[in-house]
């Protein structure tokens, strides 16, 4: 029988987040569990580093030049002809989806049988006055209906008055526990194991908005961490502290120097947010047992993009730094039949986009021709052979519209509104406090990686590369025009 696959991923999540990593404060039991008995790589990315580009990489298994989403742009429809729910359905799959999608319309079934749905808090959404055809909110959320019928009429996501996209104020949630949208995700996904198909194998996605803004872990789980001493952020030689200084007023800014007693607070509800979705993926493991399927379930962990949370005084994403553009990822066979090497490393370079082949391959399902990833199965067994060198990320983000390239050990970025570079020695400097592209003796290196970039970004819309050699200045558009028109 085709083994069933568990796909869960998280929103924001920073890489260096699992306690297995050594992280000096927070704690990922389960998710320890897993890299140990699984496969843990090392260096994961996220090409384009907020949700919805990232979130098309997963769905098609493309690059961001070939499904057109190189920034964050809500309302462009989404009509690929192949996606991963759709191309295992086909196979025969019980496909199912609980939890963030973000995609458009909102209840786009993208290939899945079924969608139990909740995005967060999406501004077009919650436009009352749209003379559109939008749905509004409380038509497209399952769990604010849910919330409502539980709690209360009066109910809504933004009573905590936290804003959804603040990664410096925090509290602690204000109801029961098990009405937090962490633990909703993972009842309706273990609902699913009552009611799916026993006679198909199941594809779920189990899709947490967490540990994304707003900061709001249950009062346990704050408390956790809250009287915490947290290690200082890192700072590169490179930030304009200067700048910073005046900042840090704006709650949903993206740079600024916050007090820190604020930063501390936000940190701390960050990593207790991790750890609550954390027992609840072992809430949800346990089902898997409980239903007998467990043996028989490929389990894939990762997130959409990081959480800069501070390091060179940036928040949130969109960012080619590690902390923004770096994942998790984790994947566990408990069956052993897909021979990986249980408690094993990978440190080769891999994107979102290599999750639909190896899937796919893993379901015994064809790969169509359109998807670009790589399957990392390979990986996953040890065997040698040929890699990708680099992978090439970017983001539209007005004057720091950004692309990057990296090997994991390597990265070198290209600011495109104003043509500044930086170098990093991700090996001896992986929290990036050093730009070495002002370096002599690196200028071969910072031209290889330079060279690359022309060569991604040859012949794009936007005009990057002229004659050879970068071009600043062009107009960063969220979308290319091929999925606009």
Not at 138 to 156: E, I, K, N, S
Not at 183 to 210: A, C, E, G, H, Y
Not at 280 to 294: D, K
Not at 453 to 462: C, H, P, S, T, V
């Amino acid at each position: 029988m085709k083994p069933n696959i568990l796909f869960i991923t998280v929103d924001q999540m920073r890489w260096d987040c699992l306690s297995i990593l050594g992280h000096p404060v927070v704690e990922t039991p389960n998710l320890d569990r897993l890299a140990r008995s699984g496969v843990l790589f090392r260096s994961a990315y996220s090409a384009t580093p907020s949700c919805i580009p990232a979130r098309a990489a997963i769905f098609t298994g493309m690059s961001q030049r070939s499904h057109g989403r190189v920034g964050y742009k809500d309302c462009v429809p989404w009509t690929y002809q192949h996606t991963l729910p759709g191309e295992l359905a086909l196979a025969g799959y019980h496909t199912q989806c609980v939890g963030k999608m973000h995609v458009y319309p909102a209840r786009n079934l993208c290939g899945f049988h079924n969608v139990v749905l909740h995005d967060g808090y999406l501004h077009h959404n919650r436009d009352k006055y749209k003379t559109t055809t939008n749905a509004h909110f409380d038509q497209c959320d399952d769990y604010l209906q849910w919330l409502r019928q539980t709690a209360g009429a009066g109910y809504d996501i933004t009573d905590l008055g936290l804003d959804c996209n603040s990664s410096t104020v925090a509290r602690p949630w204000h109801l029961p526990e098990h009405m937090h949208p962490t633990n909703w995700t993972v009842t309706q996904s273990i609902d699913f194991m009552r009611r799916r198909d026993p006679s198909k194998p199941f594809f779920l996605w189990t899709s947490f908005v967490r540990p994304h803004s707003p900061l709001d872990p249950p009062q346990a789980y704050f408390d956790m961490y809250k009287d915490l001493e947290m290690p200082d952020p890192p700072i590169g030689d490179w930030v304009d502290t200067v700048s910073a200084e005046l900042g840090g007023n704006d709650p949903t800014a993206i740079f600024g120097q916050f007090p820190k007693r604020r930063l501390n607070r936000a940190r701390a509800a960050y990593y207790a947010l991790i750890t609550h979705i954390d027992d609840q993926i072992g809430r949800l493991l346990n089902a898997l047992q409980e239903y007998g399927v467990y043996n028989n379930t490929i389990i894939l962990f990762t997130s959409d993009h990081g959480e800069l949370i501070g390091d060179h005084h940036y928040f949130r994403k969109g960012l080619p730094y590690e902390g923004s553009a770096k994942i998790p990822f984790v994947i566990n066979d408990p069956s052993g039949k897909l021979g990986f090497q249980p408690g094993s490393e990978v440190n080769e370079v891999i994107e979102l986009r290599d999750i639909m082949p190896t899937l796919l391959t893993a379901a015994q399902v064809p790969i169509p021709q359109k998807v670009e990833g790589l399957d990392l199965l390979p990986l996953c067994r040890g065997e040698s052979g040929s890699w990708r060198e680099y992978i090439h990320g970017e983001h539209t983000y007005g004057s720091l519209s950004n692309h990057y390239v990296t090997d994991g050990k390597e990265k070198y970025l290209w600011f495109s509104q104003t043509g500044e570079e930086q170098l990093f020695n991700l090996t001896d400097d992986p929290q990036e406090l050093t730009d070495l592209s002002g370096d002599p003796m690196k200028a071969s290196r910072l031209d290889l990686w330079r060279q690359r970039i022309i060569a991604e970004l040859d012949r794009r819309e936007e005009g990057y590369v002229e004659e050879g050699r970068l071009v600043a200045g062009r107009p960063a558009v969220a979308c290319l025009s091929h999925v606009v028109t």
